[in-house]
């Protein structure tokens, strides 16, 4: 009874709390706090490995981002003419665990050069250290349920986890339900997301909000020297 309620407190109302909280949260740090919304990047305190770090977690976190996005909430319906749900999943095994491997190993950098650098480790803050740290643990479980998925090449467990993520966005009811023979794995690495979610507007990803597309239409500036 007790494990029944927790299952539908953590896949059934925790999903809404930490997308109140993100969306709502990113506001009020918007409105009230526009002094911190930045990336707050250490590279002028140090750059060595920071590009090859940087562009492999970055691209890693990009490719997984979306790859979830359309992979979880596309229903099977869309591409069921043209592409089965055990070749969704191999490609999902493949690109994912690409991707996965990037991120991990590039975040892994970037934390081991928050800890062991100095001067970067002085301007890093305690939640800086903390979404970072949760970052790459979700990195590693992505990359271990990999492993796991090679046992359902069927693509009945990804299709479990895309009806549970199309019910809380769309509101259909009962989500928890599909959450209730999943494999521990997998039942992790969800409630690990739903905690970066949650503290997404307590910490510098808030910066992602300001990708910078104006820069590509915007007008050069022009800079004379004082008369």
């Not at 199309?166 to 521990?184: K, L, P």
């Not at 969800?190 to 597309?213: C, D, M, N």
């Amino acid at each position: 009874m007790f494990i029944e309620y927790l299952q539908h407190l953590i896949y059934g109302y925790y999903p809404y709390l930490a997308g109140t909280v993100f969306l709502v949260g990113s506001l009020i740090r918007f409105d009230q706090g526009q002094y911190t919304w930045k990336t707050g990047s250490s590279q002028m305190l140090s750059s060595k490995n920071m590009r090859l770090a940087s562009n492999l977690f970055h691209i890693g976190i990009i490719v997984i981002f979306f790859g979830h996005l359309f992979g979880m909430l596309t229903p099977h319906w869309v591409y069921a003419p043209f592409l089965s749900a055990g070749a969704k999943q191999i490609i999902a095994i493949v690109i994912g665990g690409i991707a996965g491997v990037m991120c991990l190993i590039g975040g892994a950098m970037l934390l081991y050069r928050r800890f062991t650098n100095p001067r970067v480790k002085a301007s890093s803050s305690t939640m800086d250290n903390l979404i970072l740290g949760l970052l790459v643990f979700q990195a590693g479980l992505g990359v271990i349920s990999v492993f796991f998925s090679l046992g359902h090449l069927d693509g009945q467990m990804m299709l479990t986890l895309a009806g549970w993520a199309q019910s809380i966005v769309f509101f259909s009811g009962g989500s928890a339900d599909f959450m209730a023979d999943v494999g521990w794995i997998y039942k992790l690495h969800v409630f690990l997301g739903l905690t970066i979610i949650l503290l997404f507007p307590f910490t510098r990803l808030v910066h992602v909000w300001s990708v910078p597309f104006g820069y590509v239409t915007r007008r050069y500036q022009l800079v004379r020297k004082r008369g």
